[in-house]
């Protein structure tokens, strides 16, 4: 019986307030990688292998380094190869 391939799928509502601790100029860089870390511990990968769309990375950078939003929802693809894809989800 051949191996079925193992891409797994998931939803989170990923919380960004705690972006708010750092300062101000550096804000929405900290969201990245708040969402990077957050999905790294979810989907059983390392931070490097965590791969951030760039629709997701413009969305945090929306409003600017200083206030980035407070929560985002993303749909996280983790592939047989140990990478994890951060998208939006499709509506």
Do not use: C
């Not at 059983?44 to 950078?61: C, G, H, R, S």
């Amino acid at each position: 019986m051949p191996e079925e391939s193992t891409i797994t799928e998931a939803m989170f509502n990923i919380n960004l307030r705690r972006a708010r601790d750092t300062p101000s100029p550096r804000r929405a860089k900290a969201a990245v990688n708040l969402v990077r870390k957050f999905i790294s511990r979810h989907m059983k990968a390392e931070p490097e292998n965590v791969w951030i769309d760039n629709q997701v990375a413009i969305y945090l950078w929306s409003r600017g380094a200083r206030k980035p939003p407070t929560r985002v929802t993303v749909k996280a693809t983790k592939f047989e190869d140990g990478l994890v894809e951060v998208t939006f989800p499709e509506e």
